[in-house]
Structure formats: C-alpha cells, structure tokens
C-alpha cells in the first residue's frame, strides 16, 4: 500500500468520524432545544411534573376559590374532589399527572420551561412556591352540573360565547384526584373509566343535534331553502332498507326546514344528507373544523369522521341524523352550538384566566381568540330561529326558561352497548352574557326529558351571575 493510499484512507476515516460527531450533536441540540418541551410535558415524566421540593401553587375558580391546593412540599389536596377532577386532573409521583396539574405544571411551580431544561442549575434559582393558576370555571356551576347528572353517566359543558371561555366542565363518573395514585390500578381496570374526561375525550355518536350543521350545509350548498315543503311518511326508503322516525312519528306532508328541526325529522335529514352527497358533507364538517385539532389547554380526543366520498345512500343518509361512524367529542357540539348565538363565529375554549404569582402579581392574562368563521351571520340567525322554536314548541321544551331567550336541540344516539344517550346542546342569552352548552347523558334514551332539565338548572343558576 503506498504513502497516497494511506493518507486517503485517513482522510476518509476523518470525515467518517466527524460526520459521526455532528449527527451526534445535531441530536443533543435537537434533545435541548426542540424535543425538551414535549419531554417535559410529558405527564410520565415525573421529574418535571411533581418538582416535590416546591410548594405547588393553588388551581383557584374564577372567584378564588380553591379547587387545588397545597401547604408544604409534595402535599395536594383538592377541596372540590371528584366534582372538579375533570378540570384539576391529578398528580402523583408515581404516575404522573393529567388535567390541568399537568397542563399548568409550569406555572404551578413556578418553573418555566427554561429552568426546567437547566436542571440542577434551575433548581437552585427557582422560587420555593409555585405560581397561582386562576381558571374561567364557576365552582358553583360546575358543582351545580356534577349534582344535576345524579347517578348518571354523562358530561357538561357551559361556554361563554364571546369569549370561549368554559364555565363548567363535569365528567361521570370521577373520583378524587387524591385517591388516583392509591387506586391507580383499580382505576384503570374499571369499566366506567372514570379517569376519562368525557368533555374532551368521550367520543359519540352526536344524533340529531348533528341536523343543525346539516341544515347550515343544506342551505349553503343550495340543495334545498326555506320555502321548501318535506313529506314525512315515517320512513324514508333507501334500496331495499329505511330509515324511521323516533317512536314511530309521522310529521305529514308539509314539513318546512324549520319544522324538519323543531321535531327532528329524520326522513328530511337523511334527504338532504344525500342530495349533498359526500364532497358537500365533507365540506360542511370541514367548514365547522371537525377535522381540525384545538389547541388550548386540555387534551381533546379526534373526532372520528366518515370518508364522506366513499359512502352509499345509506351511510351517507346516516350522517344526516348523526348515526353511523360519525363521533364527536361533547366540547364540539357545545362549540356548534356556540356559533348560531355568536353571529357565525367561534373562540378558542380556554381554562386558564390568570396566573398569579405568590406576591399577587399576575404574570399572565387570557386573551380570547377567535378559533374560525364557520357560518355566515345570516344563517346563523335562521338556525338560531330554529333553535328557539325547539324550546319554544319543540323537544326541548324542557329548558324553557321565563324571560330568557335559550334555543337547543336535543339528541337520541343509538348505542350498540347498551340504552341510546341523550343529548341536548344549545343556547342561552343572559343579562351578562351569551353562553352555550353541551349536556350529555349515557344510556337516558332522549335528551328532551333528561339533558334539556339540566341545562336549564344551569340557565337559572347563571342568569344574575
């Protein structure tokens, strides 16, 4: 081998070797600086969750109250227990944490995410008590919704409209974010996972509620107006199958939009599902952001969507009264709902109001956002039209409230484990503010008579606040 040889081989071992370096500090860079906030985020990740040598910070309603607190070091205790545990979440050492302990887990040590990442060296400059974190949530409201489920499974949700801000937010069952760590395996074993928060993360089919943004999209895509007139037979063939109404009704010959609403007929719904074919009802979920994740400060479950294009007849009429693959999470329909009193127009739901440093000092302020224009202002209000004559003379005249314009659809979604759930999500416009609702409850059979008598627990309750 000669001296040429030789010295290319080490030239080549040399570029070898420092090609090896950089890939090497390319991905310790990549660790610091791009995947250190997820990895700290990360709720298995006790390290940077539970930081037991900080006194953590209290999780406050929106009136101050204490929701979760903790008076030395690697103490917690939540005064509200289960009632608030979908909003808290837990903590523990050996599991983590979830809800906003784990969201907020920054603020709630006082560390923020550049500390973190100095380990040691953040540790010795951080503070001994975390930061306060004061939520959008009324814990008289949300105990108010917890009570008014009963023995139920189910969840609510309560939105102020102009801000997006959530008011309520109760899941069951639940238990006591203290009693987690202890029951862990217990807990996840059990078949009602009441670890889960159904608002965010429990999946159904949404029923008839569905019909207000297939109404929205029928007239959007022009396949049908208000002048039009239904025939409801009590079934609505489709081949060799049919689709029937509830409880065998028969709406008669002269169905209007508003009237395919207020009583909830299907043989119009599922008509106008296929006169819209896929591409139109795949433009309607997409135009409502059903295919679009949230981002804000809870952990929300995909939406689970049909391939609108690869439907038949009979799927595709099964989308247009909310049966079928079509599974949304609670949160949407109350965010649906949302935009018939909101002119159109939908905000980013949100929890955290302020955080609050121990010295008082707040640190940081929401600021409301407008997530996307899903209607035009228009048909807004005749969908919103529709809505009040579903509490005015419809199904849901159970939420009907004295001297309060509150609209609503109810819902009855087909199970295939057990009873249908009922639903009912909807409006109400107070003396303060426009809110909007989503109340679901499991295995009730029609939401008119078990969901539409919790929201309206929830209007009084709200109407002077």
């Not at 290319?8 to 906030?37: D, E, H, R």
């Not at 959530?166 to 807990?187: N, Q, R, T």
């Not at 795949?282 to 391939?307: T, V, Y």
Request: aromatic letters at 6%; proline letters at 5%.
């Amino acid at each position: 081998m000669g001296h040429k040889d030789i010295k290319k081989y080490i030239l080549q071992c040399s570029v070898f070797m420092m090609g090896c370096f950089l890939c090497l500090f390319g991905y310790i860079v990549y660790l610091q600086v791009v995947a250190a906030p997820s990895l700290l985020a990360n709720p298995l990740n006790t390290r940077g969750n539970a930081a037991l040598s900080i006194v953590r910070g209290d999780i406050l309603d929106i009136n101050g109250k204490e929701l979760a607190t903790s008076s030395q070091p690697g103490q917690r205790s939540y005064p509200y227990g289960a009632i608030a545990a979908p909003v808290t979440g837990y903590l523990g050492e050996e599991i983590g944490s979830a809800g906003l302990e784990d969201i907020a887990g920054s603020d709630l040590t006082g560390q923020s995410r550049q500390l973190q990442m100095l380990g040691p060296i953040g540790q010795a400059i951080q503070a001994g008590r975390g930061n306060n974190v004061k939520l959008t949530v009324d814990a008289d409201i949300q105990e108010l919704a917890y009570e008014a489920l009963g023995s139920n499974k189910g969840a609510v949700v309560v939105l102020d409209a102009d801000t997006g801000a959530i008011i309520a937010m109760v899941s069951k069952p639940a238990i006591d974010p203290a009693e987690v760590e202890s029951s862990w395996k217990d807990l996840r074993e059990r078949k009602d996972s009441p670890l889960l928060n159904r608002v965010t993360q429990g999946l159904y089919p949404p029923g008839s509620t569905i019909k207000l943004l297939i109404a929205d999209a029928a007239l959007d895509e022009k396949v049908t107006d208000l002048n039009e007139v239904f025939k409801c037979t009590g079934k609505l063939q489709i081949g060799n199958e049919y689709i029937g109404e509830s409880h065998g009704a028969v709406h008669g010959d002269h169905v209007t939009l508003e009237d395919a609403v207020t009583q909830s007929c299907n043989v119009t719904f599922g008509t106008l599902a296929m006169r819209m074919h896929g591409k139109g009802l795949e433009n309607a979920f997409e135009r409502f952001g059903f295919f679009e994740p949230i981002e804000s400060e809870f952990h929300e479950s995909k939406c689970h969507l049909p391939q609108f294009l690869k439907l038949g007849d009979g799927d595709t009429a099964q989308v247009g009264i909310g049966q079928g693959e079509t599974l949304v999470t609670p949160l949407r329909m109350a965010m649906l709902a949302s935009a018939y009193v909101n002119k159109g127009k939908v905000m980013v739901p949100y929890l955290v109001e302020e955080v609050i440093s121990p010295t008082g000092l707040v640190l940081r302020k929401a600021s409301p956002q407008k997530w996307r224009e899903v209607t035009s202002p228009q048909r807004a209000g005749i969908i919103s039209s529709f809505m009040e004559n579903v509490v005015e003379n419809g199904t849901g005249g159970a939420a009907a409230v004295p001297g309060i314009r509150v609209t609503g659809k109810t819902g009855t979604a087909e199970n295939a484990a057990g009873a249908d759930h009922g639903w009912f999500i909807g409006t109400a416009e107070l003396p303060k503010r426009k809110i909007a609702f989503c109340v679901i409850v499991e295995n009730s059979g029609g939401g008119g008579a078990v969901a539409a008598p919790i929201a309206r627990q929830i209007i009084i309750a709200l109407k002077n606040r």
